[in-house]
């Protein structure tokens, strides 16, 4: 079936990085757009962006430009998410989430998502 | 940015009732491109509904979905145990991508 699996739980000092994977199995991670989504403690879903996984080309919503980066490895089936100069309000759930269909022309629902990994930024 | 509002942000029901969640846009949704999603403890969010109306793979039919343009309800039609949780609406005709900012279902 199909299934996005992420890394798991990271602490990480102010001022690191942190890069969290999610690997696709039962699909091929080319044929569907993948999404970022923050979820910060006791808050709702915040959409980071998206990555089209057929070029690589990455788009970024506001007030997630700079610091992030989104990438594919399509050898490993896997998208990736990096933080750089990690802060204290960096904390949170980061989940991708798929592209419900493979229309690249339309918007789209997200379906299936990752289980999330939790950064932790804290001295 | 379409602006989504979710009422109420929180819901007492008890078992065997209907509840009724709602969510308002800031600006039409185009084409319908709303989904719902619920998310319990722990868990990441499970996709309910998209195209406003449509249910996804394997949700029971006591979850349905209506609206247009702006104004979007979630209808469960008797509440089951497990279908206490947070719910979230989101547009995906418009980018920047948006979520409300959810509703907690809990039991009364």
């Not at chain 1, 080309?57 to 100069?85: C, E, K, M, W």
């Not at chain 2, 800031?26 to 709303?34: D, K, N, R």
């Amino acid at each position: 079936q199909v299934q996005l699996v992420q890394s798991g739980s990271e602490l990480k000092k102010p001022g690191a990085s942190v890069k969290v994977s999610c690997k696709a199995s039962g699909y091929t991670l080319t044929n569907h757009a993948m999404n970022w989504v923050r979820q910060a403690p006791g808050q709702g879903l915040e959409w980071m962006g998206w990555i089209n996984t057929h070029t690589g080309h990455p788009t970024y919503a506001q007030g997630f430009t700079g610091r992030f980066v989104f990438s594919l490895d399509t050898s490993v089936n896997t998208a990736y998410l990096q933080i750089s100069s990690l802060k204290a309000d960096d904390s949170a759930i980061y989940y991708c989430a798929r592209d419900g269909t493979g229309d690249w022309n339309t918007g789209n629902w997200f379906d299936p998502w990752g289980q999330g990994t939790l950064v932790t930024v804290s001295s | 940015e379409i602006v989504l509002t979710q009422s109420p942000g929180t819901l007492s029901l008890s078992p065997g009732d209907r509840a009724a969640l709602s969510c308002r846009a800031s600006q039409s949704v185009g084409s319908s491109q709303l989904a719902w999603y619920q998310q319990k403890p722990g868990q990441p969010p499970r996709l309910l509904i998209y195209g406003a109306s449509i249910r996804a793979t394997g949700i029971p039919d006591r979850f349905s979905g209506s609206g247009s343009g702006t104004d979007f309800t979630l209808t469960i039609s008797r509440l089951e145990p497990e279908d206490f949780a947070v719910y979230h609406c989101h547009q995906y005709s418009h980018s920047p991508r948006s979520f409300g900012q959810g509703t907690k279902l809990e039991i009364k």
